[in-house]
């Protein structure tokens, strides 16, 4: 079994529907050992970029985006991502990366994504109700120059799963186990 910790960035959400430009992940296996480098699957988001994540958000050159293929052209590896075999996938405050796919497979007319997808966030919440339990989280990895950066997806996914492994060591617990003990949703 292996873990896909993921995180997406939108160009705009304009009428409703996201529009991606990075789906960023890492792998690791049950221990929390990665066993690829993070990546940053970049995307030409085909839209325009709301003010706000240019000013606040974007990472990347507008330029470098554009030249980079669609969604509907990096659909099939996304998918192959998060629906291999042994894959457990994993995020941060999920639901609205699911509703960015989402909204992707909308817009290019493809097949809906279907993985099974754990929230890191519910996990902790979870973990914290337990009496006398108190979670000291701290990150003990560097990301080089990007590290300052929120929201570059790759980055965010790995801090994903470092909290995650925090959580989970703590109380000894894999996703699975806390989502089916606590019957989270």
Same mark, same amino acid.
């Given at each position: $079994? #292996? ?27 049950? *221990? ?9 699957? =970049? ?7 709301? %003010? ?5 958000? /974007?990472?990347?050159?507008?330029? =470098? /985006?554009?030249?980079? %293929? ?11 991502? $998060? ?6 996938? =994993? ?5 609205? *990366?699911?509703?960015?796919?989402? *909204? ?14 754990? *929230? ?14 108190? /979670? ?14 929120? #929201? ?9 799963? $470092? ?23």
């Amino acid at each position: $079994m #292996h873990y896909l910790f993921f995180d997406i960035e939108c160009a705009n959400s304009y009428g409703g529907k996201a529009k991606i430009y990075s789906f960023g992940y890492v792998i690791t296996d049950q *221990d929390f050992n990665m066993v690829c480098p993070p990546e940053d699957i =970049l995307i030409n988001p085909d839209s325009k970029f709301d %003010p706000y994540v240019k000013k606040n958000i /974007l990472v990347y050159d507008r330029k =470098l /985006l554009k030249s980079m %293929p669609k969604f509907n052209e990096r659909y099939l590896t996304i998918k192959k991502l $998060m629906t291999a075999k042994d894959i457990v996938c =994993l995020g941060y405050g999920i639901e609205n *990366d699911l509703k960015f796919l989402s *909204d992707e497979c909308e817009r290019y007319e493809l097949k809906k994504i279907k993985a099974k997808v754990y *929230d890191v966030q519910k996990i902790i919440k979870a973990v914290e109700q337990k009496p006398a339990r108190k /979670l000291n989280i701290e990150f003990t990895e560097r990301f080089g120059e990007q590290e300052e950066k929120p #929201h570059r997806s790759d980055i965010d996914a790995v801090r994903t799963m $470092m909290v995650c492994k925090n959580v989970l060591q703590k109380v000894n617990k894999t996703p699975v186990q806390i989502y089916k003990e606590e019957n989270i949703k």
